[in-house]
């Protein structure tokens, strides 16, 4: 059983829920979890492809599942899961 | 719409300024009641681009989530991100867009001379293609 923290602005497709708790032996499978209990949420999670958004980024614990095995990345019980995103900007190119 | 309290307002100025002729960025924290939303805490994060940051800025991820964790500690909501526009309007431009989420408010300062001149405030959506203005307010507007 892992937990996953939902940020503030997705908790109206999750049920007002600020923390869900998901079975899964990877960070996938607890996120499909997520997204089969809550399928409002997969449209600001996954593109049409099926593939997370380019903006997404899933912390497992506090370390980013890219540099662990991705989506692969097993889960222990206890873990938590954060989803966070990448953002940037700037002046130019207005 | 989006209301900014005095003591965050005053944070953000006063970065947006401290960091000229550079880009700031933070995070905005406070409550949601509906579609109204008051921040009331500003925490100002680091600008990491690489390169020249008078016109770019990036969060660190990591960063994003210690300022999720502090609004969760604090009972609050992370609302929004900030950052400013040296000598220029606060326009959301296409460099803001293609890198933004969603899922905030996005408050851009106009800082001119070093001197805040003006703010807006930002949703842009899901496909990163458009960015509708949300109705700003702070204690001098």
Redesign the interface.
Known sequence: MARI?I????RQFAEKN?TVEVEGATVGEALTALITRFPDLK??LYSDEGKLRS???V?LN?E?IRYIKKEATPLAAGDTL?I??????????? | MIHIERGPWREMINHAQAAYPNECCGAMIGAIDGDNKTVTFALALDNVSAGSQAARYELRPEDLLRADKEARQRKLDLIGIYHSHPDCGAYFSETDLKNSCPWYSFVVLSVQQGRFDHANSWLPNAEQTEAAKEELTWPES
Do not use: E, Q
């Open positions: 923290l940020p503030t602005p997705l600020d449209k600001n903006f997404v980024n912390y506090d980013d954060s966070v995103p990448s953002i940037a900007g700037g002046a130019y190119g207005s």
